[in-house]
């Protein structure tokens, strides 16, 4: 079972930045990829990075393109997300996910491929 928890999020003003953080607590954690996903009030959870754990390959969705960046410490078992001008359309609750087996570029961006979830932190930016 791995453990996922979130922090870093709050309430900041349009433009501002935030930086979350998803640490696993278990020492030996292994996982291919790891993923951000959002879920807007009202709005069904969508993809919003991935990293591959190992190579450190990553994706982003194009709405975040440019103004989001995720990165991991293999080190310290803890994904980042440097959030960046942001604006009041991603207001959200993020959460991070694990899979247990690698993913192809499309199933990163696919909820249902993540096997383990973190209880997710909220991010509200006011206009």
């Known amino acids: 079972q791995v453990h996922l928890t979130e922090s870093g999020g709050g309430l900041v003003q349009t433009g501002g930045s935030l930086r979350l953080s998803c640490a696993a607590s278990e020492r030996n954690f292994r996982t291919p990829v790891m993923g951000w996903f959002r879920q807007g009030p009202g709005q069904e959870r969508e993809f919003v990075a991935a990293i591959g754990w190992s190579a450190g390959s990553t994706s982003l969705a194009g709405s975040v393109e440019g103004r989001f960046t995720i990165s991991r410490d293999t080190d310290k078992n803890t994904m980042y997300l440097q959030l960046n001008s942001l604006k009041p359309e991603d207001t959200a609750v993020y959460s991070c996910?694990?899979?247990?087996?690698?993913?192809?570029?499309?199933?990163?961006?696919?909820?249902?491929?993540?096997?383990?979830w973190g209880q997710g932190t909220q991010v509200t930016v006011s206009s």
């Open positions: 996910a694990a899979a247990r087996s690698d993913l192809t570029p499309t199933q990163r961006r696919i909820p249902g491929y993540y096997m383990y």
